[in-house]
Structure formats: C-alpha cells, structure tokens
C-alpha cells in the first residue's frame, strides 16, 4: 500500500493504494504520488505480451519527471497538458522501439495540486475521477470510449451503451499515437471535498452507491483507499484496481461542535472553582438543603448541576439542566417551600457559573464567550423548568380556591335538591410534561340556575365562534349537553364524542383539527362565562361544570382515538414483522449469490485473453 | 442610542419575520393566532426588548411582563405558556443576532445580550408567577379562616 502524510503547504491529505485483482497475474495499474510537486496520477496500462504495465510505468515516469523538470517553464494547467503528452510520446516511442510492445498504451487520470483550494484535473481513457462534496458523489470525468463518443453524437441510446459489445474499446489512449486530446478541467476545492482517482477496476465492479458510501464515510484517506479496493474485490475483482484519494482541508469546526468538545471539556476542568464559589456565596446555608452537611449539600445541588450542564453542553440539550431543576424545587414546594429560596439558590448557581465562564475566558477568550451564551441558555432553561412548577402550583391553588369558594357558598345556600350531584371523581391527565398526573377533579353540581348560565355561556361562545369555525360549534354544542346533563357518568361524553369523530376523519385529515377545536372551545368558553350576568357563586359553577364537561370530551375522544387506530397498530406489528422476515431472505439470497460469485471467480481461467479490452484510435 | 441596542433595531424586523415563520413550532398558543394578531402581540414584544436593551430598566420591563401576563391570562393562556413563548421569542432573536453577525464582534455580544435578556425575563416571570401564586395561598387561608369562622 502506498500512503502519504499530509502535504504541508496546501493541507491535502492524499492516500493511495493498488492491488492486481482477484483474477489477473500481473498489475498492468501504475500510481503516481508526488506531494512536494502536488502532482497524483492513475494509469491503467493495456496491450498483450505484459506490455500493458510497461506502458503505464513508461507514461507514470515520463508524467512525474517532465513535472519535476518543467514546473517553472509552464502555467499549471500547461503543465499537467504538456506533461500528459509527454508520458504518450514516451510509450509511443517505447513501442515503436520494441516489436513486442506495438500497440500498447495506457489511460492517465491525473489531479495537480495548484493550492489548497484549486486544483487541475487532466484525463485520457476510461480511468475517471470523482468528486465527493456534500454527501453527493459526482463523475467530474467523461470516459474516452467508442460507445460514449457514439452517444455524444447522437448515434447510439445511453441504455443501449450499457450493453453495447464495444462499451470498453477506448477512443483514447497515452501510446497509440505520438500524440493525444488530453481533457482539463479547472476545480475549486471546498472544505472536506474528497476527489477520488481511479481505474476501472474500481467502478467496473463497484456500485456508484458503495463508492460514494465509502468515500463519504470520514475514515482516513487511507482507510478509504484500502477500503474502496476492497469493496472492488468483493464485487469480483475481475480487473486491476487502482485508487487515491485526496481530501481538502476540512472547515472550522462550528460554534455547536466547539462548545460540544472543547467548551464541555473546559467547563467540567473548572468544577472546582464552581464548587468554591457556590460554597463562598452561601449555597450551604440555603433553606432547601437546611439538615444537610455541606459537604452533601454542595455535592447534591451544586456538582449536580455543574454535571448537568456539562452533559447538555456535550449534548447541545436542554434536558439534563431541565431535570436537576425539577429535581430541586419539586420536593421544595411540595414541603410548602417559597419561591425565594429557590430564587436565591439559583442566582448562587448563576453567579458560580459565570465564576467559571470568567476563568475560561482568561485561557481562551472566544471558547469563553461561546461558553457564556450556552450556560446562560442553560439557565434559561432552568428557568423554564421551575416556572413550570411555579405555573402548576397557582393552577392548584386556583382549583383550592374555586372549591372552597363554592363550598362556602353551598354552605350558606344549604340546598335541599337531590339533583346537586358532586358526581364520580374524574381522573385529570394533563397532557403538559410539568403537571403532576393523576390529580382528581370533582363533578360539578347542576342546578337550575347553573344550566342556565351554561346555555347563556354557549350562546355567547357561539357567538363569538367564526361562522367557518363549524368544528369548534360542534364542540361547543357537545360541551353543553355533557354540562347540562350532569348526572355524573360518561355516556353522554361518549355519545357527543361518538358524533364529533365522525366529522373529521382521522385518516384524511388527522386528530389534530379535532383537539384544536376543543382546545378553542375551551378558550372561548373561559371568556364568554364572563360575560353571562349572574352570581360570582354562580359563574364559578357554571365555570366548574364547562370544565369537568371539556375534561370528559376530551378522554372521550381520546379512548375513541385509540380504539380507531388499535387495528392500524396489530396491522403495523404484522407488516413490521413481515418486513423483517423478508430482510431475512434477502440477507440469505445475498449471501448465496457472493458465494456462487466467489466460486465463479476462481473458476475463471486466468489465462485467458483479456479481450472486450482494446487500443483502437478512433 | 447605545451601538447594541442600535444593532438590534435593525435587525428587529428580520427577527419579526422569523418569528412569523416559525411561530407554529416555537409555541402552539403562537401557531393559533393568525398572521395579523401574531405580528402585532411578537412586534410589541419585541420593540419592548429594544426599549430594555437600550434603557436597562428592569422595573419597566416587570411592569411589561406584569401586562403581558395578565393579556394572555384573560385569553386563558397559562403562565407557562406564556414563559415559554416569551423564552422562545427570545431566543429566536438571539439565534438571527447570531446569524447576521456570524464573524462579528458586535454580532456575538449582541447575541449574548439577548440571551442574557431572555433569562432576566424568565426570572422576572417566575417572580410575577411567585408573587401571584403566594397572593391565592393568601386569599384560600383568608377564607379557610372565615368558612371556620362562620361554620
């Protein structure tokens, strides 16, 4: 294998390698691998009587010493023209000299290096080069052969070229002639664009795919180089193949990448000054880990976090900060804990992250700055997560008020009607991560006076409702009955959501439009109850009962949702399984079929011509 | 008019329109609003955070926030609804300031600004939160009080 380092002055990494196949004796493929001249080349030699590696070794020599003696004398382009020609005089006259060698001669793809970012690329014959740039793999050469002439000019069908007997005969070769058409081509080069030299022994018996797999994978150039021969060699290996690779530089590694690497690394080497800082601020004497040792209490809040930034910092997520301040309020303001002390531990967290952002920032000034908008987004997040908490615990205090508000009320009422049901406890899933599941909602009691300010709400939501709005009416009309009725079970919740599921089917238009018609009705109803005139008592019920009616549409239509897709998911597990049942037989098809190709391979006479193979000049 | 807050009116409108056209995914109560009511409530939002940066006034920028919560609160937004999407806002804007001025000096700090600004209006939000959260547990113990009173 032949390897290079990396070039210096351009900052190119080229590798290259070659092997003689699986079938023939000799390698008739030369190489050129020149880094202090940036000068790459592959050459596939042809012509019996082993002439065929004597042309591409005469072309190799001639191609790499004419470059080293005239690089001063010509422009690079010139250059790479004069010196291809050169390398076809040289073979021609070979031949000519020694009966033997008539007829040889040999391809020539060749790359010359101009900087880091510009290259020549020169060509004749069938040995191509590609360009790797996105993801995407394109041929920046064009083969010199009969049957592609033919389709040039409009003699012949692209599909009629795959199979067409003469689709190897070359129309252009180093050697036949004294001299030849060389094709250039100008390429900037952007950073991490691979190009690939190669002969056809690499993509007669490669797919495109596996190339551009291979040669996009990121492995080292020589990894890839070996690799791509190997891929040939699986395919058959019925030719010589030949391969180099050169890489461009790759571009600066972006802020995202920096901070995930560099500034992650550089935030948990500053631990330390993170725990100090926390400790001198007071971290210790702060009523959430009041019974704690301070020892512990530093370990549990403040490495806790400095560790849970790191993670994010590594992960470019917000998930682990989100947890620890979770983790840190919950129990807190379960205990009936105040906000303030949260507060104040988190501006001590706060003040030891920029401690440590300071101090990166002295060693390295922009990982620093990159570092400061990271953990101040991390903050954020901490943010976000506890003012979930704080959200949750108002909406649990506005639930507390509301009862005992009406309790007051019933009290002072004293009402004697059978028909104020408090109903069966409804079970509340909230669909918002933050809230506590499983929290119950008592049923609404129903009066006379409540189920008129029901209707009066509907009638104003109605109202308020846009005339296209149809989906969210038909809501509404829903949340009337369920509210009016009130006995407490589910029947007319299902009876309703029964109906509505039935205006929009889940398969030509999703769920969605269902669940933001209830999620409008909702809104509306919460402003037009005030604007029904009645009693606060009294609106606070109608309020409760529009609510506990929303709650049971909403599971209701939810069990229907599940109950529609069940036959779609049991359909889904039998054609996953019947998926993975056919990989199965593919994976055992492909196997046979390498093994058969192996035998076939060997069974290959290697003394055979090589035949489909010529040197015509067209 | 200091030079960040300067940066940051020219680049409000390009903000205002990435906003626009994200609004579905950076906050479903955002995505419901049409076109015209969601200019107008992410525009004044966003020419209040001129108004911050350029003065600093963190009292005016409570009393902003105190406002704004009550708005979204009569149109049944929860107050973590509306922290999200003001943190959302926030750092929709520090992602342009950060894109317009990849390579800047000015374009850096002015994104770190605003990241720093999005986190003094969350902590100012889970203060207005706190205060009314604590205002309720006042009110139920009053007439816990007053129903053990009368019972």
């Given at each position: 294998m032949n390897q290079v380092t990396p070039t210096p002055p351009t900052g190119i990494r080229v590798a290259g390698d070659t092997n003689v196949g699986k079938v023939r004796d000799t390698n008739e493929d030369s190489l050129i691998l020149e880094p202090a001249r940036g000068l790459y080349a592959v050459l596939d030699g042809m012509g019996g009587a082993n002439a065929g590696d004597i042309a591409s070794q005469t072309a190799r020599d001639a191609i790499r010493d004419f470059v080293i003696q005239k690089r001063?004398?010509?422009?690079?382009?010139?250059?790479?023209?004069?010196a291809i020609l050169a390398g076809s005089r040289a073979v021609f006259e070979s031949a000519q000299a020694n009966r033997e060698r008539h007829g040889m001669g040999t391809t020539c793809v060749a790359v010359l290096v101009v900087d880091k970012s510009h290259v020549i690329v020169g060509h004749v014959g069938d040995s191509r080069c590609y360009l790797l740039r996105g993801g995407r793999l394109q041929t920046l050469t064009r083969d010199h052969t009969i049957v592609e002439e033919l389709v040039d000019r409009g003699l012949l069908a692209a599909d009629e070229a795959e199979r067409h007997p003469y689709k190897n005969v070359l129309s252009r070769n180093l050697g036949s002639r004294p001299d030849t058409k060389?094709?250039?081509?100008?390429?900037?080069?952007?950073p991490g664009d691979r190009l690939l030299l190669c002969s056809d022994g690499l993509y007669g018996y490669a797919s495109a795919e596996g190339i551009q797999y291979i040669l996009g994978s990121g492995d080292e150039p020589q990894h890839v180089a070996r690799d791509l021969i190997e891929l040939a060699l699986r395919g058959g290996g019925g030719d010589n193949v030949t391969t180099i690779i050169l890489e461009a530089p790759a571009a600066p590694p972006s802020t995202t990448q920096l901070v995930r690497t560099n500034g992650a690394m550089a935030w948990w080497q500053k631990r330390q000054t993170f725990l100090i800082v926390a400790k001198d601020r007071g971290l210790t004497r702060n009523p959430i880990v009041r019974g704690l040792d301070p020892k512990d209490a530093l370990d549990v809040v403040a490495l806790s976090l400095c560790q849970a930034v790191f993670h994010d910092l590594e992960k470019s997520t917000g998930v682990n900060v989100w947890t620890f301040a979770q983790n840190l309020a919950s129990g807190w303001f379960e205990r009936g804990g105040e906000w303030s002390a949260v507060r104040s531990m988190?501006?001590?967290?706060?003040?030891?992250?920029r401690a440590v952002v300071d101090e990166i920032k002295v060693a390295d000034g922009k990982l620093g700055f990159l570092l400061d908008v990271a953990v101040s987004r991390a903050l954020v997040v901490a943010e976000l997560a506890l003012g979930g908490l704080l959200a949750e615990r108002l909406r649990q205090v506005d639930t507390d008020l509301i009862q005992l508000h009406t309790a007051m009320h019933e009290t002072v009422?004293?009402?004697?009607?059978?028909?104020?049901?408090t109903g069966e406890r409804f079970v509340d899933r909230p669909t918002i991560p933050f809230l506590r599941p499983d929290r119950p909602v008592t049923g609404a009691g129903v009066t006379a006076e409540v189920i008129d300010g029901i209707t009066k709400t509907i009638t104003i939501a109605r109202a308020r409702t846009s005339p296209r709005a149809e989906?969210?009416?038909?809501?509404?009309?829903?949340?009337?009955?369920i509210a009016s009725e009130g006995s407490g079970n589910f029947a007319t919740a299902v009876l309703s959501a029964r109906e509505l599921y039935g205006v929009r089917s889940v398969d030509e238009q999703g769920i969605m439009p269902l669940f933001d018609a209830l999620d409008q009705a909702r809104i509306v109803i919460a402003?037009?109850?005030?604007?029904?005139?009645?009693?606060e008592s009294n609106r606070a019920k109608v309020l409760r009962a529009l609510s506990v009616a929303h709650q049971r549409l909403v599971s209701a239509m939810t069990g229907l949702v599940l109950e529609a897709v069940a036959p779609f998911s049991e359909r889904l597990r039998e054609i996953q399984q019947t998926t993975s049942d056919l990989r199965d037989e593919v994976a055992s098809a492909e196997r046979r079929r390498a093994e058969l190709e192996r035998r076939f391979a060997t069974n290959i006479d290697p003394s055979l011509p090589w035949g489909s193979r010529g040197t015509t000049e067209w | 008019m200091p030079p960040l807050a300067r940066a940051y009116e020219a680049l409000r409108p390009k903000i205002l329109q990435r906003l626009l056209e994200l609004r579905s995914t950076l906050d479903p109560s955002l995505g419901r609003l049409d076109e015209a009511t969601a200019r107008s409530q992410m525009g004044a939002v966003l020419e209040h955070l001129g108004?911050?940066?350029?003065?600093?006034?963190?009292?005016l920028h409570r009393a902003f926030l105190h406002t704004f919560l009550a708005m979204r609160a009569a149109e049944a937004q929860s107050p973590a609804s509306v922290l999200a999407m003001l943190v959302a806002i926030g750092d929709t804007a520090a992602q342009v300031a950060q894109e317009a001025g990849a390579g800047t000096t000015e374009g850096a700090e002015l994104t770190l600004l605003l990241t720093r600004v999005t986190a003094s209006t969350a902590r100012l939000l889970n203060d207005l939160i706190a205060?009314?959260?604590?205002?309720?547990?006042?009110?139920?113990?009053?007439?816990?009080?007053?129903?053990?009173?009368?019972?």
């Open positions: 001063l004398a010509f422009s690079p382009k010139q250059l790479l023209e004069a060389v094709d250039l081509l100008e390429l900037e080069l952007k988190m501006d001590i967290l706060g003040t030891a992250s009422d004293a009402p004697t009607d059978d028909t104020l049901d989906l969210v009416k038909e809501v509404l009309t829903a949340l009337d009955a402003s037009a109850v005030h604007q029904i005139q009645t009693t | 108004n911050f940066i350029a003065t600093g006034d963190v009292g205060d009314e959260l604590a205002r309720r547990k006042q009110s139920w113990g009053d007439m816990a009080s007053a129903k053990r009173g009368s019972s």
